[in-house]
């Protein structure tokens, strides 16, 4: 890929506002005097993992739900809106980035959240891609290191080289996670894309319940302490 072609991965978009100061200030604290493309990544991967607990009753159907900017106010995100952030962050360090997204089957998941979706399928998964050493690498940011452990899966590892997707079984070498299909990768969120996926899958109903009730409900809600589906 010429340099060219890796502009648009480097520069700002609706969704990803890599020239917010407040991201940028993140970013270049997180990576401190590293000046190693790849190391850099890794150190943004784990900055975003970690310090940004996931939250699937986050707000979903707006862009400015994806600013890097609102998830970092908010210190809270699903796997899109993190995603998203680290995207971001990897922009404002020069490092051609993008969003993926995937539909996957989750094995391990919380009574409420199941009952909130009404199926153990999640549309439009999303993680994030950078470009380093000439290719695309696949890094998923969406569960901090303590749900994990509360969920008994290992938490993903990146090293900046290596895809880092969920795996397919837990420690306990139960099904944790089926990727069903693939759809592709962006500049930037698709959000209308991932609504009308959502109401394809969950009904239009209940997400437009979502959005209505969003605030008064969802908003209150704290996944880490949801019964746990074994």
């Known amino acids: ?11 700002p978009s609706r969704c990803i506002d890599s020239d917010d100061p407040l991201v940028v200030d993140f970013a270049h604290s997180a990576i401190g005097s590293e000046a190693d493309s790849v190391k850099k990544s890794v150190k943004l991967f784990y900055a975003v993992r970690d310090s940004i607990y996931y939250d699937p009753y986050s707000p979903f159907y707006k862009p400015e739900h994806y600013h890097g900017k609102f998830v970092l106010q908010r210190g809270r995100g699903f796997c899109v809106s993190k995603a998203s952030l680290l995207c971001a962050l990897a922009r404002a360090c020069n490092i051609p980035s993008r969003v993926g997204f995937a539909t996957v089957k989750n094995h391990i998941a919380t009574k409420q959240l199941l009952e909130t979706l009404g199926t153990n399928v999640f549309a439009y998964h999303g993680f994030t891609e950078f470009y380093l050493n000439d290719k695309w690498v696949k890094a998923t940011p969406a569960f901090n290191k303590e749900l994990c452990i509360l969920h008994k899966v290992s938490p993903i590892e990146f090293n900046g080289v ?3 997707i969920f795996p397919e079984y837990n420690s306990e070498n139960k099904l944790y996670m ?12 698709p959000v209308e894309t991932i609504i009308t996926a959502w109401k394809e899958c969950y009904g239009s109903e209940r997400v437009e319940l979502w959005i209505t009730l969003f605030e008064q409900n969802f908003a209150n809600r704290k996944f880490e302490g949801e019964e746990i589906v074994k």
């Open 1 to 11: 890929m010429v340099d060219s072609d890796l502009k648009l991965y480097l520069a």
């Open 162 to 164: 290596d895809d880092a």
């Open 178 to 189: 089926e990727y069903l299909d693939y759809h592709g990768s962006f500049y930037d969120v």
